[in-house]
């Protein structure tokens, strides 16, 4: 099983938030069962955290989380939802990340792992979404 990583959890884990030891568990189980991998918005959001490039790479190997291109048919299936989104007049918080996120794991994995579950569940549906 392929899980993406959603921001949100690796957040929790850089900066040593409360929520990093259940993070930390469930991308373990997650790696039990399969791989773990991000797209390039995630790695992005992530690296103001690090002071270099390398720093950040090697967070990522020593997690064992993989770089997964964001293929068209994601960036596409991410534009059709945020049309929705601004169809049904969704709060101005959620950008295009959020639904880029959501699109690779939908079109690219096989869940999600986030600690925003409820935006996930709601405009991807389908979706597994796991929480830490």
């Not at 899980?3 to 373990?28: N, Y």
């Not at 994995?109 to 925003?116: F, R, S």
């Amino acid at each position: 099983m392929k899980t993406a990583v959603d921001s949100s959890v690796l957040f929790d884990i850089v900066k040593g938030a409360p929520g990093a030891a259940p993070a930390q568990a469930a991308m373990e189980a997650a790696l039990a069962h399969g791989s773990l991998c991000v797209c390039a918005v995630v790695v992005a959001e992530l690296g103001r955290y690090f002071a270099t490039e390398q720093d950040l790479l090697e967070f990522l190997r020593d997690c064992q989380i993989e770089h997964d291109p964001l293929s068209i048919a994601a960036a596409l299936e991410a534009a059709r939802i945020m049309r929705g989104y601004a169809r049904n007049k969704g709060p101005r918080e959620r950008t295009a990340p959020d639904f880029l996120i959501g699109a690779h794991a939908i079109k690219q994995a096989d869940a999600l792992l986030t600690t925003d579950a409820g935006f996930f569940r709601h405009y991807f549906a389908g979706l597994t979404v796991i929480t830490p």
